[in-house]
């Protein structure tokens, strides 16, 4: 066998040797990590924190007359801020109809959250529906 053959061989079997023990190292969900997945060795906080976050006290959104009159209907997002002590110290309208933010603000702020210790900044989803009309009945003969 030449040389230089001799030392490809070689170095294909170190590259194999080397992907193999690094496969056998890394633990399955390490492996290939996926987009917004937090890098290995990290702690993803704020998923921990989501799940842990409990609303102790809510104040239900008002329904605006001028946007039930309009039929308006849509989700509001609102990026909050929960102080350590629960409380929501700043709340942003993100998106949703315009005439509806106002009043799902004022409803939001007003809520109050198990206390976690530090401060938490969460979105909160606001959903106004209004009832489906019911069908008119039809007249027996």
């Not at 990290?42 to 008002?62: D, G, S």
């Not at 019911?134 to 003969?141: D, F, R």
């Amino acid at each position: 066998m030449s040389l230089h053959r001799y030392v490809r061989c070689l170095l294909l079997f170190c590259a194999l040797f080397i992907w193999t023990a690094l496969s056998l190292a890394l633990p399955q969900g390490e492996k290939a990590e996926k987009k917004g997945d937090v890098p290995a060795g990290q702690v993803n906080i704020e998923e921990k924190v989501n799940k842990k976050i409990q609303l102790v006290h809510m104040v239900k959104p008002v329904y605006p007359a001028e946007a039930k009159k309009a039929r308006i209907q849509g989700l509001v997002k609102i990026d909050a801020l929960i102080s350590k002590d629960g409380e929501v110290v700043e709340a942003t309208a993100l998106g949703g109809p315009e005439v509806l933010r106002p009043a799902a603000l004022a409803a939001v702020r007003q809520w109050r959250y198990k206390p976690l210790g530090v401060e938490v900044k969460t979105t909160i989803h606001v959903n106004y529906q209004l009832p489906r009309k019911a069908k008119a009945a039809e007249p027996k003969p």
